[in-house]
C-alpha cells in the first residue's frame, strides 16, 4: 500500500503546481488515484480495480507492466541505459531492422524520438526540408502534439492558446460522415454503419468528393503555390475517433502529391496492429505514406516515439546534423522491441479485430437502444461512441451531461475516455488484451450509465 502522502495533498499539487490546465480536459468530480496496474486492469490506492478502457489514450498497447516487456526491461536495465548516438549499440540497429520490417516499400529509413510531438516535429521540418515548400495542410480537429511546431498543425480548440500560430498551416474540413455536411452510412469502412442516411450511389461517394472539393478549395484560395505536405491520422484520435469516406486518404494524398508536397501518417494512435485489421492504419486506406510518425503504443507507456520515411527524404536531411540525446536509447529500444515480438506471440492484432469486432456490433445494440447514442464506429480496439441530445438533431451532449455518464462508469469500474470538437465523444482505446468477457463487462456498465442518466430526467 502507499505510504506516502495524503490524497487531499496530492490533490492540491495537481491542481496548483504540477500541470494545472490537465485538470480542465481530464478531471473526475472525485478523482482517481492510480496505483498500480497489470494488463488490463488499474488498481487505485484503496486497492479497488478498474478495467482499463482507455490504457492512457492508447498508450499501453500490449498490457500494463506486460511480464515480457517486464523481462525485457529489466534485462537491458542490469546492462545499459544510455549511449550517445556516436556508438554503434546493436539493442538501437537491431530494433530499427526489426521495426521498418513492418513496414512497407519504400519506408526504411528510421528516426527515433521521446514522444509522438518530437516525431511530428522532425516530420514536419523533413517535409520542409525535402520538398523545399512551406505550406502544410491539416484536418480540422487533429491532434498532432502540443510543441512549439506541431502546436500548430494541432486544430483542436481546447488544445489552442491565444499566441501567434498556425505558422505555414492550413487547415481542411474533416470529412466526419456522421457530423460533417455531407456522408452516412456506408461511406466509412467499419464494422458498423451510421444511422445516418447516404446519399452516395454505388461506387461512387458523394460525401468523399465534397470533403476534397474542400480541400481543393484550400489549395485554391489560401495555397496556390506548392506545398509541403499533409499531415493526417488515418482515424482522428483527439478529434473523436472519426472515420474518413473509404477512398478520402487515398484522393487526397493524389492531390497532395500533384501540388508537390508530401503525405505523413500519424500512427501515434493507429499504429501497432490497434485497428485489427491492419498493422497500420494507413493500410485500411489502400495508401502508402512518405512518412510514418508513431509513439505512445510503439513502448508500451515508455516514452518513446519514431519517424520512419523513404532513403530519398532521409537524403534531403542530410544536409543538416540531427541529434536527439535521449531519443530512441538502449533501453527504450528494448523494451519497444519486446513489444513487437509480444504483438506477434500473443496474437494481438487478432484478438483486437476480434474483441473489437464484438465490441463495435454490442455498441451498435446500445445505440439503438439509447436516444442519447447518435454513432457508433471506428476499427479494432479504437472505437468512439457520439453521444447526442437525439437522435434526430444530432446536437452534441453537453459537457455536463457527458461527465454524469462518464463520472458513473467509472464509478462501476471501468475507465473511459473523451473527445471529439465538443467533447462529445467517448473513447474506447484499451490495450490490446482485453478479452471478450471484459467487454462484456464494458457493456454491462455502460448500458448501466446510460440507463441510469435517461432516468435521472
Ligand atoms: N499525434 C497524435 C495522433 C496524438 O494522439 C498525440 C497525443 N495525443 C500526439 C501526436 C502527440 O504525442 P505526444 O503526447 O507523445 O507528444
Known sequence: PYQGMS??????????????????VTYYQRPVFIHHGYMQWLWDMDGRRYLDMFAGVATVSVGHCHPKVREATEKQLGRLWHT??????PQIQEYAEKLTSHLPEPLRVVYLTNSGSEANDLALLMARLHTGN???TTLRGAYHGGSGMTIDLTSNAAYKFPVTSGQGCHSTMCPDVFRGPWGGSHCRDSPVQTTRECNCSPGQCLANNKYIDQLKEVFATCVPHQIAGLFAEPIQGVGGVVQYPRNFLRDAYKLVREKGGICIADEVQTGF???????????GHDVIPDMVTMAKGIANGFPMGAVVTTEEIARSFGKGLHFNTFGGGPLSCAVASSVLDVIKEDGLQETCEEVGTYLLEQLAKLRDKHEIVGDVRGKGLMIGV????????RDPLPPEHMDEIFEDTKDMGVLIGKGGNYAQVFRLKPPLCVTKADADFFLAVFDQALQNYTERR
Open 7 to 24: 490524497k487531499e495533498r496530492l490533490l492540491q499539487i495537481r491542481q496548483h503546481k504540477c500541470n494545472p490546465m490537465t485538470t480542465k
Open 84 to 89: 550517445s548516438a556516436i556508438y554503434v549499440h
Open 134 to 136: 512551406y505550406a502544410i
Open 273 to 283: 496492429a490497434r485497428t485489427g485489421s491492419h498493422y497500420w492504419g494507413f493500410q
Open 386 to 393: 457520439e453521444m447526442v441530445k437525439d437522435k434526430v438533431s
